[in-house]
C-alpha cells in the first residue's frame, strides 16, 4: 500500500512519500519525537552510552553512534545528516560519507 499512489497527490507521490514529508514536516516545526523518528529511520538508531563503542555507522546494523551524550546536540547532528541526504538525493548525488 505504501507503494501506492496517494489519491489527490498533486505531485504524483506515493503513501510512503507523503507520510515521509509529512513527518519531516512536524519535525522540522520542533517535534523531537518526530526528528527523532525521521532519524531512527533514515540514520539507524542512536546507541546508548552504556553499549560498547563502535565506529561511526556500523554498514551490518545501520546503527549510528553520535560522540555527544546531549540528546539535542545528537538531533542537531542527525537533522544536519538527513538534510545532506535529502539534498543529495534531489540532485541525485551519492550521499556524504558520514564517518568523515
Do not use: H, W
Request: hydrophobic share 40%.
Amino acid at each position: 500500500m505504501l507503494a501506492e499512489p496517494f489519491p489527490g497527490d498533486k505531485e504524483g507521490r506515493t503513501f510512503a512519500e507523503v507520510i515521509a514529508s509529512r513527518v519531516a514536516t512536524v519535525a522540522a516545526r520542533g517535534d523531537v519525537r518526530a526528528a527523532a523518528e525521521l532519524a531512527d529511520r533514515t540514520e539507524g538508531r542512536i546507541r546508548r552510552s552504556d553499549e560498547s563503542p563502535l565506529p561511526l555507522v556500523a554498514a551490518e546494523t545501520g546503527v549510528v553512534a553520535l560522540v555527544s551524550q546531549d540528546p539535542y546536540e545528537q538531533l542537531r547532528e542527525l537533522t544536519a545528516r538527513l538534510r545532506e541526504r535529502i539534498n543529495a538525493r534531489r540532485l541525485n548525488l551519492p550521499p556524504a560519507n558520514v564517518s568523515s
